[in-house]
């Protein structure tokens, strides 16, 4: 009996091999995931609630929480043309002079800050745009923020890293990493229940070891010897 065979009739091993296969296509997908639309990073979880609805606060020292009336409105617009925390988006690399600028129904990009490249990228909508020495600037904001989304909002809404001014303080062209191309409703809660919550890698862990003592140790303990075959004397 060759290897292929012995898997075959052999239950633990076809489970293990069967764990195997899913390990190795769920990274294969991830890791082309970037070659596929073109950014490092074309999956991201909404952390903050700037892009939801119900935050009507601006930016600043006031700037309140995550709220229960946030997550319910979550709840209950799934679908919503915004994105809430908690959302998966999809990011795709853009040419940024093809990016729909006309509030609002404008573009949610994905940008570095200009004062801090290296942090997390925000995520917001294009309110405007312009040219200043030849480079392409994006004037955002969060559809939370100020007046809310679909509102025109005035020019001191804009967000503080990209207010118009005669130096070009903007979003600059270069510092767009590409648009939200899609939403995943509720999905990133996954991600951010073991991000915040301390006890839910020890869980899954846990949930883990359960499984493989259920599946692999406990029919090897519950198997019974065979009875050998009596001699007749």
Partial sequence: MNVLDRVRHNKNARTILSMVLVVVLVLSFFFSLPLIFGVSTPVRVVESSSMCIPNNTVPGPDYRPYTLEDFLWTLTHPFNRTLNVGD??????????????????SDIIVYKKPN???????VHRIVASYTENGTLHFQ?????NGEKWPAVPSL???DSNSIYTANGQGVSADLVEGKVILRIPLLGWVTLFFRYVSWGLPLVFVLILLLVILEF????????PQPKDEIII
């Fill in 88 to 105: 998966v988006i999809i990011i795709q690399d853009v040419d940024p002079k093809t990016l729909n600028t006309d509030y609002p129904n």
């Fill in 116 to 122: 801090d490249q290296t942090g997390t990228p925000i």
């Fill in 140 to 144: 955002t904001k969060g559809d939370g």
């Fill in 156 to 158: 001191s809404e804009y």
């Fill in 217 to 224: 140790v406990l029919p090897v303990v519950k198997r019974k």
